[in-house]
């Protein structure tokens, strides 16, 4: 008789979203007149820039001829897309990345989640707590985090780095080494992240300790501030011990079309093995590539009036940030993020948990937003509210907080 993966087992119910989802249908059936304001989402609204869409028509034209019809992509993505994406994104920037050390993918969720397939079953990971639940959860199926405690809502061996406003969100060298560290910066939760120079010093230790950094630039697009990396591999040393994702989710809207990038240098070796060859290996035996027409959209991303289109973009969604820092602030909350994330973390007020707050806010605003304890156990006692929805709903949910 087959046996399942008991790994799968250890998973506790994710259960985040579909609270939120069940609470406030309870509450819209109770007040089928209120009109109820999202907040909580990860997901963009905007639609795809104008730019994206003719490429795309274009793309899909081609399609239908014999001549330019495209079946298969190679492996790694297509060399129009892996140039514009190294030109841009890296030599652009100073980073010594090569066009071959880029392979696109259908997204930086199942890079994230996959990537962990790389390393030996007894590796130790450290995480940013709270964090994206992606990392964790792709482990625990591995089998490689040890037992969970409701209690804690830790596993037992997985490292866990609090962030929270009293280290100001940066994460700490933590006591225990581990081999493997995940960092996502700007950050998805808190909307916080670090300078050039603590994301160099996270670089030097790794290479220090002889552990490997899995960098998740998701929210590269978002940063305003000076010395912030938009790559890390900015950072002196990073090809020799960092691995970086991106997306083009947040930055382009890809949400809906799935595209993203992993970075694998060549110089990225363990104990004389490749790593490069290792995910090149990986990817060509269990992936098929990126579709065609979504590989000429990405492309179109990285031309002078796809770039300007975008630039206004995500200048729509950090004028909501904006609108929801400064409105909350007004309103006597402490915020955080919001300034290189289209993240705003706030602390909840009057010592409410995350849960409580949740329900005081949709009940009392019929705003909704993401209980932070959702994120991990530091995040309890904070708040995630998204720039991602629309002007005119942001402004109105802000006036609906500030009246309470
Ligand atoms: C949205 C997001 C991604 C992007 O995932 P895709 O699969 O590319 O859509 C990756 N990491 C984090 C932390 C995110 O919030």
Redesign the pocket.
């Known amino acids: 008789m087959y046996q399942i993966n008991d790994n799968f087992q250890k998973l506790p119910g994710s259960y985040l979203f579909s609270t939120i989802a069940k609470k406030v249908n309870a509450y819209t059936q109770a007040h089928p007149e209120k009109k109820i304001i999202r907040l909580g989402i990860?997901d963009v609204t905007q639609p795809l820039a104008p730019a994206i869409i003719e490429t795309l028509h274009k793309a899909v034209d081609e399609m239908g001829h014999a001549e330019t019809f495209h079946g298969y992509a190679p492996d790694l993505g297509y060399d129009f897309l892996r140039s514009a994406i190294v030109k841009n994104d890296y030599q652009a920037r100073g980073c010594g990345i090569e066009a071959d050390e880029i392979f696109v993918s259908?997204?930086?969720?199942?890079?994230?989640a996959d990537i962990q397939e790389l390393f030996a079953q007894d590796v130790k990971i450290a995480v940013c707590d709270p964090v994206?639940p992606?990392y964790v959860d792709s482990n625990v199926m591995a089998g490689r985090t040890g037992t969970y405690n409701p209690d804690t809502q830790k596993w037992s061996n997985v490292i866990y780095m609090p962030c929270t406003s009293e280290n100001g969100f940066v994460p700490e060298f933590p006591q225990e080494t581990p081999d493997i560290i995940y960092l996502?910066l700007p950050?998805?939760p808190t909307g916080t992240t670090i300078t050039k120079d603590q994301l160099q010093a996270w670089v030097d230790y790794a290479n220090k300790e002889g552990a490997l950094i899995i960098y998740?630039g998701?929210?590269e697009a978002y940063i305003s501030e000076d010395n912030v990396a938009h790559s890390i591999y900015e950072c002196q040393g990073a090809q020799t011990c960092a691995i970086e994702?991106k997306?083009?989710?947040?930055n382009a809207g890809?949400?809906g079309m799935?595209?993203?990038y992993t970075v694998v240098p060549k110089d990225l070796k363990c104990g004389g093995v490749s790593l490069h060859d290792m995910w090149a290996r990986r990817h060509g035996t269990k992936f098929n590539g990126a579709p065609y027409i979504v590989q000429r959209a990405g492309e179109a991303v990285y031309s002078e009036v796809g770039k300007a289109q975008l630039k206004e973009q995500v200048a729509y969604y950090m004028k909501n940030a904006a609108a929801i820092k400064n409105g909350l602030q007004d309103a006597g909350y402490t915020v955080f993020g919001g300034v290189n994330a289209p993240y705003i973390w706030l602390k909840t007020p009057q010592n409410m948990n995350s849960w409580e707050f949740f329900d005081y806010l949709l009940e009392n605003a019929n705003v909704v937003g993401t209980p932070g304890s959702g994120f991990g156990p530091s995040g309890e006692g904070y708040f995630r509210l998204t720039a991602f929805g629309t002007y005119e709903n942001t402004v109105a949910a802000l006036e609906r907080i500030k009246s309470l």
């Open positions: 990860g259908d997204g930086a969720k199942s890079d994230s994206y992606v996502c950050n998805n998740d998701a929210y994702l997306s083009f989710s947040k890809f949400t799935r595209l993203g």
